[in-house]
């Protein structure tokens, strides 16, 4: 192989790619906001991230206090958090939601604006992936 084919090879090898089109159209998707689904079915979910398919918001502005006695108290508070709650870890005034291991455990007193429910209620909001009725798994 002569000199000039193999600086003819170098230089094939850092030539610019022919088709712009596809570039222009990768710059306009990148415009897209966070959260905005591309033709591709990926989901831009910020910071250079893109997922298939995002958990979603089950518990969209709502902070439950799960009690710690509760069988699989890690991976109910993770995918509390996972699916967009919030966690306390002790009874405060802003928790909406008071999670008791079964019907007959005691209930916290002074938290009159929360609702008092059993992990039942957790574990079918997170099967179903919608916040289930209150009423059905209330604590007495």
């Known amino acids: ?7 003819g090879l170098v ?3 850092f030539k610019p790619k022919a088709d712009e089109s596809r570039d222009k ?10 959260g905005e689904k591309q033709k591709s079915g990926r ?19 709502i902070k439950i206090e799960i009690d710690e006695g509760c069988s699989n108290y890690d991976i109910l508070r993770r995918t509390v958090i996972g699916f967009g709650g919030a966690v306390a870890t002790s009874a ?3 928790v909406t939601h ?6 007959g455990a005691k209930r916290k007193c002074g938290l ?6 059993t992990k039942d209620w957790l574990q079918d909001s997170i099967k179903l992936q919608k ?10």
């Open 98 to 103: 008071i999670v008791y291991d079964n019907s």
């Open 43 to 61: 989901v831009d979910i910020g910071y250079g991230y893109k997922v298939m398919k995002p958990l979603p918001d089950v518990f969209n502005n």
């Open 1 to 7: 192989i002569s000199k000039d084919h193999k600086q």
């Open 11 to 13: 230089k094939d090898f």
């Open 112 to 117: 009159s604006g929360a609702h008092h429910v």
């Open 131 to 140: 916040l289930q009725p209150e009423k059905y798994y209330a604590c007495h």
């Open 25 to 34: 159209v990768r710059k306009e998707s990148d415009k897209k906001s966070p």
């Open 92 to 94: 405060s005034a802003n």
